[in-house]
Protein backbone atom coordinates (compact mmCIF):
# COMPACT_ATOMS: atom_id res chain seq x y z
CA UNK A 1 0.00 0.00 0.00
CA UNK A 2 1.39 3.68 -1.20
CA UNK A 3 0.20 6.93 0.22
CA UNK A 4 0.03 9.89 -1.56
CA UNK A 5 -0.34 13.20 -0.20
CA UNK A 6 -0.66 17.01 -1.64
CA UNK A 7 -0.24 19.55 0.87
CA UNK A 8 -1.17 23.40 0.55
CA UNK A 9 -0.40 26.26 2.64
CA UNK A 10 -0.48 29.52 2.51
CA UNK A 11 0.26 33.41 4.18
CA UNK A 12 -0.25 36.53 2.82
CA UNK A 13 3.00 37.03 0.78
CA UNK A 14 3.85 33.34 0.54
CA UNK A 15 2.44 29.45 -0.74
CA UNK A 16 3.17 25.59 -0.79
CA UNK A 17 1.83 22.97 -2.68
CA UNK A 18 3.68 19.77 -3.10
CA UNK A 19 2.76 16.24 -3.76
CA UNK A 20 4.54 13.24 -2.45
CA UNK A 21 4.62 9.70 -2.70
CA UNK A 22 5.37 7.49 0.54
CA UNK A 23 6.51 10.36 2.31
CA UNK A 24 8.72 11.48 -0.10
CA UNK A 25 8.45 14.73 -2.17
CA UNK A 26 7.80 14.05 -6.46
CA UNK A 27 6.90 17.87 -7.05
CA UNK A 28 6.75 21.12 -5.40
CA UNK A 29 5.33 24.15 -6.81
CA UNK A 30 7.68 27.18 -7.79
CA UNK A 31 5.49 30.22 -7.65
CA UNK A 32 8.42 32.92 -8.28
CA UNK A 33 9.47 30.79 -11.10
CA UNK A 34 5.53 29.84 -12.18
CA UNK A 35 6.35 26.42 -12.80
CA UNK A 36 6.41 22.93 -10.66
CA UNK A 37 9.32 21.13 -9.69
CA UNK A 38 10.32 17.16 -10.32
CA UNK A 39 12.21 16.31 -7.05
CA UNK A 40 13.14 12.72 -7.81
CA UNK A 41 16.63 11.75 -8.63
CA UNK A 42 17.13 10.96 -12.01
CA UNK A 43 16.98 7.11 -11.28
CA UNK A 44 13.60 6.70 -10.39
CA UNK A 45 11.11 6.22 -12.95
CA UNK A 46 8.53 9.53 -13.17
CA UNK A 47 5.45 10.04 -13.30
CA UNK A 48 4.02 12.81 -16.04
CA UNK A 49 1.90 15.30 -13.89
CA UNK A 50 0.81 17.09 -16.71
CA UNK A 51 1.17 20.67 -18.32
CA UNK A 52 -1.68 22.08 -15.97
CA UNK A 53 -0.46 20.85 -12.68
CA UNK A 54 1.34 24.44 -12.18
CA UNK A 55 -2.33 25.63 -12.93
CA UNK A 56 -4.02 23.31 -10.42
CA UNK A 57 -1.30 24.52 -7.39
CA UNK A 58 -2.06 28.37 -8.35
CA UNK A 59 -5.25 27.51 -7.96
CA UNK A 60 -4.82 26.17 -4.88
CA UNK A 61 -2.71 29.01 -3.79
CA UNK A 62 -5.59 31.03 -4.56
CA UNK A 63 -8.08 29.29 -2.78
CA UNK A 64 -6.01 29.06 0.45
CA UNK A 65 -5.50 32.69 0.62
CA UNK A 66 -9.32 33.71 0.11
CA UNK A 67 -9.49 30.97 2.64
CA UNK A 68 -7.15 32.85 4.96
CA UNK A 69 -8.70 36.05 4.65
CA UNK A 70 -12.10 35.05 5.41
CA UNK A 71 -10.96 33.32 8.76
CA UNK A 72 -8.91 36.74 9.60
CA UNK A 73 -11.77 38.81 9.10
CA UNK A 74 -14.27 36.30 10.95
CA UNK A 75 -11.73 36.18 14.02
CA UNK A 76 -10.34 39.57 14.20
CA UNK A 77 -12.31 40.43 17.14
CA UNK A 78 -11.85 37.27 19.21
CA UNK A 79 -10.25 37.80 22.17
CA UNK A 80 -6.83 35.66 22.50
CA UNK A 81 -6.86 32.43 24.72
CA UNK A 82 -4.20 32.39 27.50
Given amino acids: IHT ?6 CS ?5 FDIS ?3 E ?3 VADFIAERVV ?6 VDHISFG ?3 F ?3 MGNLITCRRNLNITQKALKDQPLES
Fill in 38 to 43: DTRPSF
Fill in 55 to 57: QVA
Fill in 25 to 27: DMI
Fill in 4 to 9: EMQMIG
Fill in 51 to 53: KDT
Fill in 12 to 16: ETEGA
Fill in 21 to 23: LDE
